[in-house]
């Protein structure tokens, strides 16, 4: 198929300061976002209606992904024409690497993909700012698909900032062959009464990533919702433990979870805790880095 193509990561928090629950139903957010090597790639071309194709790379189960205009990249490029006033439609290719339900905002880096390969098939021109604004309203991860590289994430998590990061961080990543619910994390977090009145991105964890020093960062880094993902699944705390008895500097949860993330030394230690985890019988273990870019074209 011809057509052009965006690239989309999916991201980490290596902080999720949790706030109390807004009126709105959001919480606030003081989050520290990585985009890593894991990707999405979206494809659109012009089409008379809006189609949509999902295919899922072998280990990822796609049942739950949805279908048709429920889609949040279909609502993406509808959110777009209509910014334009241009009646257009496309069909919408996305070629999943990043599992679903995992905590690592893949279909947020869906939406951010069909925006940016939209503008640029239709020449829209859209300014950064109009892309993040629609972005926004997507999703709470959205903007960052598009920014990338290492940033704050402040309000419900839309409002982004890169911070200065000079590490090439390498993780190992556990995937779960179950998905888990967003918000039912952050109902969990509430019925549990959680919430820091004040959440800030901490100071150490900032330092950290300008130093490039892995041992810091392990020190720093931390989420608020590991206590209600753990309370739900309490089963990661088997592979948290086993992430780091393999060797691994600091276990983390991704986002909401499932996802377990764990900081290595460099890329050869990241091999060996990666080969240690599997011998040690987990599935869909995988080595990435970041930061890695945000939302770009790779249309050949
Ligand atoms: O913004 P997004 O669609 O990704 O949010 C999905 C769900 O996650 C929301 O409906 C809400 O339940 C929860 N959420 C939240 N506070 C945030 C971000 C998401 O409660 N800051």
């Not at 810091?216 to 880094?221: E, K, T, Y």
């Not at 060996?272 to 870019?293: F, Y």
Request: proline share 5%.
């Amino acid at each position: 198929m011809s057509g052009l193509t965006v690239r989309a990561a999916a991201k980490i928090n290596l902080h999720l300061g949790v706030g109390r629950v807004r009126e709105d139903g959001f919480h606030p957010l003081a989050t520290l976002y990585q985009a890593v090597g894991i990707y999405d790639d979206v494809t659109v071309t012009d089409a008379p209606r809006w189609d949509l194709d999902v295919r899922c790379h072998e280990r990822i189960d796609g049942s739950e992904v949805p279908r048709g205009t429920d889609n949040v990249a279909v609502r993406a490029g509808r959110m777009l024409t209509e910014h334009h006033g241009v009646r257009r439609a496309a069909a919408i290719r996305i070629e999943k690497q990043i599992p679903v339900a995992a905590g690592l905002a893949g279909g947020s880096a869906d939406a951010a993909a069909t925006l940016l390969a939209l503008d640029r098939l239709w020449q829209l021109e859209t300014s950064d700012e109009d892309l993040l604004a629609l972005a926004a309203r997507l999703g709470s991860d959205v903007p960052f698909a598009l920014v990338g590289g290492s940033a704050t994430g402040h309000g419900r998590g839309e409002v982004v900032e890169r911070v200065e990061d000079n590490g090439t961080w390498w993780w190992v990543a556990v995937e779960s062959d179950i998905g888990l619910s967003t918000p039912a994390v952050y109902a969990e977090l509430d019925r549990a009464g959680g919430g820091d009145p004040a959440p800030e991105v901490p100071e150490p964890l900032l330092a950290a990533l300008r130093s490039g020093d892995a041992d810091a960062l392990a020190a720093a880094v931390g989420n608020d919702l590991a206590a209600p993902a753990l309370q739900l699944r309490p089963d990661l705390r088997e592979v948290l433990d086993a992430g780091v008895a393999a060797g691994a500097l600091t276990g983390l949860l991704s986002g909401s979870g499932p996802t377990c993330l764990f900081l290595c030394r460099d890329g050869d230690h990241a091999i060996d805790v990666r080969r240690r985890l599997t011998e040690a019988g987990h599935e869909r273990v995988q080595a990435t880095t970041g930061p890695v870019a945000g939302a770009h074209e790779v249309s050949y």
